[in-house]
């Protein structure tokens, strides 16, 4: 995966409401947009259909950052796709969801992230960048989606694939998509926790 360096330089034009949106934050480009949106912290969003309620609420999440740059794209006519992913998530790729899933007895755990697409490069403006943690570089599943899809489309898609993953014996037990689901919203409780620590 790469970070927001990756997008281009492309000058950012009146063009529509994100657009004006990061104009009136002084964003002249569309590289200088993904940084300022990698800078907000982790969060989930009061309401993620809103295209800009992670300028407003100055946080977001995989879903919503990645959303609000691809629509920010589509205004700009720059050919960047956003991307529906399911990664196998443990505490190397994901830190702060290990002692959860080890509670649970699992080694990782399926998750859903968004992130673009430009080119052959996967670009991601949310994951923190340490020497330590492992990078994300094989998803079970991939899907170019539309920013409108990822509330209750990128969540059947999520548990759709868990419901496979259970069948096929990877999970521990005697699971069901209710228990794993509220192993995975454990995972991201932690998450959130420590993006406001």
């Known amino acids: 995966m790469y970070s927001w360096e990756e997008l281009p330089l492309c000058r950012l ?7 004006t949106a990061f104009l009136n934050l002084a964003t ?9 949106v990698c800078e907000l912290r982790y969060g989930r969003n009061s309401n993620p259909d809103d295209p800009l309620t992670v300028l407003t609420e100055q946080r977001g999440t995989c879903s919503t950052k ?3 740059l691809r629509r920010l794209a589509i205004e700009q006519r720059i050919d960047l796709v956003l ?3 399911i990664y196998e998530m443990n505490e190397r790729n994901t830190p702060g969801v290990g002692a959860i899933l080890e509670r649970h007895r699992l080694k990782a755990l399926p998750e859903a992230h968004c992130y673009l697409r430009l080119g052959n490069k996967r670009i991601d403006v949310t994951r923190q960048r340490a020497s330590d943690l492992e990078p994300i570089s094989y998803f079970l599943h991939e899907e170019e989606i539309a920013p409108n899809q990822i509330t209750l ?3 059947d898609v999520h548990k759709t694939f868990l419901q496979h993953w259970m069948a096929e ?6 699971m069901t998509l209710a228990s794993t689901w509220a192993i995975r919203e454990e995972c ?3 998450l959130s926790l420590q993006a406001i620590s």
């Open 83 to 85: 991307m529906l992913g």
């Open 13 to 19: 034009k009146p063009s529509g409401v994100v657009s």
């Open 188 to 190: 991201i409780a932690a």
């Open 66 to 68: 990645h959303a609000l």
């Open 153 to 155: 489309y990128k969540i």
């Open 169 to 174: 014996g990877r999970g521990e037990g005697e």
């Open 28 to 36: 002249s480009d569309l590289r200088a947009a993904g940084r300022q």
